[in-house]
């Protein structure tokens, strides 16, 4: 994962001659963080029925056993590794929780003055219900609190007749996207 800018001009080549190939392309988008709060508070009404909360230590692999499969991720090894930032310095998860489940996650990690959001996920049978924007908002708010004036996100790219609902989403609480990317992959 390289960002476009920072490509060597001979990319080409090494693509080639390291046998790479394209993945997904991703979108970077960054507001600073007052925008954004001002837009995302107007925007996070849940369900009734739904909440938001800080997950505890205790929560942590729930969290990741919602987060990593709906990006796809169902190896044993790689949710116990996102369980393993739940409770570290710097780092804060959200989960919206429908009863006693969760049924979507966040998380940002604090990097002095810059927030960086990801993991956003939400179950399919409860999207469209406000979880990602109210996981937004309280994202934001958090970085704001912990003296954060930039924040940063990054979500799909859309291909012509595609629609994701989280580029959408951030765009409409006031991110600006930054530049596309592409996930270089290798194969020996």
């Given at each position: 994962?390289?960002?476009?800018?920072?490509?060597?001009?001979?990319?080409?080549?090494?693509?080639?001659?390291?046998?790479?190939?394209?993945?997904?392309?991703?979108?970077?988008?960054?507001?600073?963080?007052?925008?954004?709060?001002?837009?995302?508070?107007?925007?996070?009404?849940?369900?009734?029925?739904?909440?938001?909360?800080?997950?505890?230590?205790?929560?942590?692999?729930?969290?990741?056993?919602?987060?990593?499969?709906?990006?796809?991720?169902?190896?044993?090894?790689?949710?116990?590794?996102?369980?393993?930032?739940?409770?570290?310095?710097?780092?804060?998860q959200?989960?919206?929780?429908?009863?006693?489940?969760?049924?979507a996650?966040?998380?940002?990690?604090?990097?002095?003055?810059?927030?960086?959001?990801?993991?956003?996920?939400?179950?399919?049978?409860?999207?469209g219900?406000?979880?990602?924007?109210?996981?937004?908002?309280?994202?934001?708010?958090?970085?704001q609190?912990?003296?954060?004036?930039?924040?940063?996100?990054?979500?799909?790219?859309?291909?012509?007749?595609?629609?994701?609902?989280?580029?959408?989403?951030?765009?409409?609480?006031?991110?600006?996207?930054?530049?596309?990317?592409?996930?270089?992959?290798?194969?020996?």
């Open positions: 994962m390289i960002t476009p800018s920072l490509l060597p001009p001979d990319w080409t080549s090494v693509v080639g001659k390291l046998n790479l190939s394209q993945g997904d392309r991703l979108v970077k988008l960054g507001c600073d963080v007052e925008t954004v709060l001002a837009a995302t508070e107007e925007a996070a009404a849940l369900a009734p029925e739904l909440r938001v909360e800080l997950v505890e230590a205790d929560q942590a692999h729930e969290f990741a056993t919602v987060m990593m499969p709906t990006f796809g991720f169902t190896s044993p090894g790689l949710t116990d590794l996102a369980a393993s930032c739940v409770g570290k310095p710097d780092w804060q959200y989960a919206v929780w429908e009863g006693k489940r969760m049924i996650v966040g998380s940002i990690f604090v990097n002095g003055e810059c927030a960086d959001m990801f993991g956003g996920a939400t179950l399919a049978e409860a999207r219900l406000g979880a990602q924007s109210a996981l937004l908002a309280a994202r934001v708010r958090a970085a609190a912990a003296g954060c004036r930039w924040i940063v996100a990054e979500t799909g790219a859309e291909d012509p007749g595609d629609h994701n609902t989280s580029l959408h989403n951030m765009v409409r609480a006031g991110f600006e996207p930054l530049y596309e990317r592409t996930t270089w992959l290798w194969r020996g």
